[in-house]
T-cell receptor, first 112, second 117 residues
Framework: LAKTTQPISMDSYEGQEVNITCSHN???????ITWYQQFPSQGPRFIIQ???TKVTNEVASLFIPADRKSSTLSLPRVSLSDTAVYYC?????????????FGAGTRLFVKA | GAVVSQHPSRVICKSGTSVKIECRSL??????MFWYRQFPKQSLMLMAT?????????EQGVEKDKFLINHASLTLSTLTVTSAHPEDSSFYIC?????????????FGPGTRLLVL
């Protein structure tokens, strides 16, 4: 199962673009890359998912290079309410079934 | 779409009692649901994978006789913490796998805070 590595924490200011990179060197062919946001005492909230290249939705963009060994979540113009923990998950249907494992996550602090 | 609910949101119980937590996928069918536990300031730890109509698969170190999982339908999985003790106090989160859109995505419930006195 692919292990993910993210920075433990990041600081930013309101209005800035934030990029959080996740390393997943042993990602499998069937694995997708998914990012979640979690606030204290809440379940993780789905942000974005991709397999390769670039994916964009109304809240974020996800950049995945050709080798898929890393991915970058881009949050445009963050606000104070974006202060949270962001998790990169890699997983999918592989031998043994569908499975994903959470890494340590990145604590993002957005300052005024 | 893709809403997952949990009930109860928080529970306080005495040591030695059993607690049941329900996880429901409200607008999609989930053949696979997952149960996680999260301690303060830590990441989510996968406890078990629950497949509809079959036995759950537990992660190493998780006692299957203590954490009973039932996935009786495509929209409901339950986790029962049997003979709960203070060390079982934690935040329990379920997720449901949705694969009908061509992607493999997990959607998470809001979590259940368990406090064992």
């Amino acid at each position: 199962l692919a292990k993910t590595t993210q920075p433990i924490s990041m600081d930013s200011y309101e209005g800035q673009e934030v990029n959080i990179t996740c390393s997943h060197n042993n990602i499998a062919t069937n694995d997708y890359i998914t990012w979640y946001q979690q606030f204290p005492s809440q379940g993780p909230r789905f942000i974005i998912q991709g397999y390769k290249t670039k994916v964009t939705n109304e809240v974020a963009s996800l950049f995945i290079p050709a080798d898929r060994k890393s991915s970058t979540l881009s949050l445009p113009r963050v606000s104070l309410s974006d202060t949270a923990v962001y998790y990169c998950l890699v997983g999918g249907m592989n031998t043994g079934g569908f499975k994903t494992i959470f890494g340590a996550g990145t604590r993002l602090f957005v300052k005024a | 779409g893709a809403v997952v609910s949990q009930h109860p949101s928080r529970v306080i119980c005495k040591s030695g009692t059993s607690v049941k937590i329900e996880c429901r996928s409200l607008d999609f069918q989930a053949t696979t649901m997952f149960w996680y536990r999260q301690f303060p300031k830590q990441s989510l730890m996968l406890m078990a994978t629950s497949n509809e109509g079959s036995k759950a698969t537990y992660e190493q170190g998780v006692e299957k006789d203590k954490f009973l999982i039932n996935h009786a339908s495509l929209t409901l999985s339950t986790l029962t913490v049997t003979s709960a003790h203070p060390e079982d106090s934690s935040f329990y989160i379920c997720s449901a796998r949705r694969g009908d859109s061509g992607l493999e995505t997990q959607y998470f419930g809001p979590g259940t805070r368990l406090l064992v006195l």
